[in-house]
């Protein structure tokens, strides 16, 4: 999996646990789900990601990157 498509998977499952603890606990979990989509659309600017950097720390996306160079 490249490193964009895992950033876009684990923001769209944050947003759906968002949207979850919205509804069964506190309406304020809208505040989290706004958070990611104004970090969504920062990211698409500056080009400055966090879940993108820790993700690559992690190691996620470097296979991808590996297959393409042979």
Do not use: H, Y
């Not at 304020?28 to 950097?53: E, K």
């Amino acid at each position: 999996m490249s490193l964009d498509r895992a950033v876009m998977a684990f923001a769209g499952v944050m947003i759906l646990i968002s949207i979850a603890l919205s509804q069964f606990v506190s309406p304020l979990w809208w505040l989290f789900t706004a958070f990611i989509g104004l970090n969504l659309l920062q990211s698409r600017f500056t080009g400055f990601c966090p879940a993108a950097i820790v993700m690559r720390k992690l190691g996620i996306g470097r296979e991808v990157a590996s297959a393409s160079s042979r």
